[in-house]
């Protein structure tokens, strides 16, 4: 939502016309909803995540690998997964997908501020991301200006969850789950 909110802000501005109503906007928007839906999904996510899957190819190509082993990492990640089928659909595992994939990207070309800002907004896209924490720690902490580096580079997302969660929920440690299901 916090990256998308801009993204359709401009779209608005670009495709729908200034001089509608208020209400006749907002019928133009129900209407349109799924075209917008879309366009969103293609511009943060489908075409972000075959933009890094070339990047991780031509990495893995310098590194000396097999073509065909690098063949069959690009099929995988176009195809082989579950979050090939969410790529045309604007929700929250598109988008983790792509940030897990410019987190590996940050990580094999060693780019620790980068590493921590993608694993900050995977985290904010899906929480079970935070479960990369530790690996991602674990490989960067024989460097201490890159472990810092890292926490440095989670510090945005870390901060808009804060934000996020304390104006949603009333509490950064409140999630929507409380609140979608009070038992849980």
């Known amino acids: 939502m916090l990256i998308g909110a ?3 802000w401009i779209l608005d ?3 729908l016309s200034p001089k ?3 209400g006749q906007r ?7 909803k799924a075209t ?3 366009i969103l999904s293609y511009l943060l996510q489908l075409f972000p995540f075959v933009f890094l899957v070339h990047l991780l ?10 073509s065909s082993s690098i063949l069959l990492a690009i099929g995988c990640l176009l195809f082989g997964n579950t979050a090939s089928f969410f790529m045309s659909t ?3 595992h598109g988008m983790t997908a792509v940030c897990i994939l410019a987190l590996v990207y940050s990580v094999l070309t060693n780019s620790p501020l980068a590493s921590g800002f993608f694993l900050g907004l995977s985290v904010l896209c899906d929480y079970s991301s935070a479960l990369f924490i530790l690996p991602l720690f674990l490989f960067f902490i024989k460097q201490p200006t890159s472990f810092l580096r890292v926490i440095l580079g989670g510090l945005l997302p870390a901060s808009l969850w804060c934000w996020y969660h304390t104006a949603c929920f009333g509490s950064p440690l409140h999630i929507a789950n409380e609140f979608q299901n009070p038992l849980f």
């Not at 907002?26 to 349109?32: D, F, G, Q, V």
């Not at 190819?57 to 690998?65: E, F, N, P, T, V």
């Open 57 to 66: 190819a031509r990495k893995l190509m310098s590194l000396g690998l097999p």
């Open 90 to 92: 604007y929700y929250g």
């Open 36 to 38: 917008f839906l879309k």
């Open 26 to 32: 907002i019928e133009l928007l129900k209407k349109r």
């Open 6 to 8: 801009p993204v359709f």
């Open 13 to 15: 501005k670009v495709l």
């Open 20 to 22: 509608l109503t208020q």
